[in-house]
């Protein structure tokens, strides 16, 4: 095909994501950059109407103009936000105008009136449609927008209460928005099958780790009292729990690091626990976690 590796891998996410959706869906296609304005504005209404039209068979697609270059240039993109409508693989309608939620419905309507689009269903055939508004939930609380990562959550909830992906999520979120005792209650009120769910037991994990978390002046006296005392094993492992609470994971690592470098076996390997704990808790597949991993490695096997 005359492509290099990276547009390879374009392609074929592009036609993961939009392509094979759209042989029976309508895909609401954005183009969108971390640094764009008007995006950031447009985004929460092309979630709200997706989320609303998905048993419709309305799903939406994003493609980041700075990763995907390649695919922007395919649209020939020239500003953004861009938003298409896609259906069997082609564009059907430019959305780019439609900014406000009635207009973007009423183009809808029309398309969905006029296409054989298949509505979706219920249980395990919708699951697919829940795939990006996950991965939007997921993206957005990455992006240290935990609230609105609650609210993406929460509509996912509405149409697939059973999703133990969404509901951990719902959980973590509330979590990153500093609502502790609301994700305590959430998690409570889960089922005892469900809570045996691997995502779940990773909110589980964030959820205690969260509990530790101090405020700044607290935080600062621990920083304080654990370089004072770089032979205290317990104030280390004090600071390294808020530390990792208060968001300051990679002070949190490095301390835990340097515990298992210098006493490895110390509280049958506390350091060590707390780490694995906290790899649990961020997710394994994350690349942090990956290059901590490898740090830790090295210290265990030289």
């Known amino acids: 095909m005359g492509l290099n590796m990276d547009e390879q ?4 996410r592009f036609r993961d994501a939009v392509v094979e ?3 029976t869906k309508l895909v609401i296609l954005d183009f969108w950059a971390e640094w764009c304005g008007p995006c950031k504005a447009l985004t929460p209404v092309l979630e709200k109407v997706a989320a609303e039209y998905a048993d419709k068979g309305v799903i939406l697609a994003k493609v980041n103009v700075d990763e995907d270059q390649f695919i922007a240039a395919q649209f020939q993109v020239r500003s953004i936000p ?3 409508a896609m259906f069997q693989g082609q564009p059907v309608a430019d959305l780019t105008q439609a900014r406000s939620e009635s207009q973007l419905k009423q183009v809808l309507d029309q398309l969905l009136s006029q296409l054989p689009v298949q509505p979706g269903a219920a249980g395990e055939e919708a699951a697919p449609d829940l795939e990006p508004l996950l991965a939007m939930g997921e993206e957005v609380l990455s992006g240290g927008d935990a609230e609105r990562a609650m609210g993406i959550f929460a509509q996912i909830i509405e149409m697939a ?3 133990a992906i969404a509901q951990a999520g719902l959980i973590r979120a509330m979590i990153e928005a500093g609502h502790v005792a ?4 959430a998690i409570a009120a889960l089922p005892e099958e469900t809570k045996a769910d691997p995502a779940i037991e990773r909110a589980i994990a964030s959820l205690e780790l969260a509990k530790d978390k101090p405020d700044d002046s607290e935080l600062e006296n621990m920083r304080m009292a654990a370089a004072e005392r770089p032979a205290d094993m317990d104030a280390q492992l004090a600071f390294a729990n808020a530390a990792f609470a208060a968001g300051q994971r990679d002070e949190a690592a490095d301390t835990l690091l340097t515990m298992i470098r210098t006493e490895p076996e110390w509280n049958e390997g506390a350091a060590r626990a ?4 906290i790899f649990e808790a961020v997710g394994m597949e994350d690349p942090w976690v990956s290059a901590t991993r490898r740090k830790l490695s090295l210290i265990l096997f030289g």
């Open 182 to 185: 609301e994700a305590e209650q």
């Open 21 to 23: 959706p759209s042989k």
């Open 9 to 12: 891998k374009a392609v074929e």
């Open 161 to 163: 209460p059973d999703n």
């Open 274 to 277: 707390k780490l694995l704990q």
């Open 82 to 84: 861009t938003v298409y």
